[in-house]
């Protein structure tokens, strides 16, 4: 079956920085771009960060853009978010998504871990 588990939040201060890990298994993760969505309080969730299957391209919003650093290793099936200097609006649970692949002309549907809080806070 397929997982996507993530690993790595918690409760930290402004200013400060947190890595998530998204541990992924049972399809080919070498195949698939993979993002982070994150949703906050009140809000709609947000595409956060994608990188592309072969790590050749990244984008971030521009929220974020500056602070964070998506990262992949392939050996090891896991995607990673650096998060520096975090400020109490990154405070959301975060999402690990793999966009599913187009077969035979077919979108296959995405695949969700099942979120991670990141609270930050003083």
């Known amino acids: 079956q397929v997982q996507l588990v993530e690993s790595g939040g918690g409760l930290v201060q402004p200013g400060g920085s947190l890595r998530l890990s998204c541990a992924a298994s049972?399809?080919?993760?070498?195949?698939?771009?993979m993002s982070w969505y994150r949703q906050g309080p009140g809000k709609e969730r947000e595409l956060v960060a994608t990188?592309?299957?072969?790590?050749?391209?990244?984008n971030y919003a521009d929220s974020v853009k500056g602070r964070f650093t998506i990262s992949r290793d392939d050996a090891r099936n896991t995607v990673y978010l650096q998060m520096n200097s975090l400020k109490p609006e990154d405070t959301a649970v975060y999402y690990c998504?793999?966009?599913?692949?187009?077969?035979?002309?077919?979108?296959?549907?995405?695949?969700w871990g099942q979120g991670i809080q990141v609270t930050v806070s003083s």
């Open positions: 998504n793999a966009p599913g692949l187009t077969i035979l002309g077919i979108r296959r549907p995405d695949y």
């Open positions: 049972g399809f080919t993760f070498s195949l698939y771009a």
């Open positions: 990188i592309s299957s072969t790590a050749s391209r990244t």
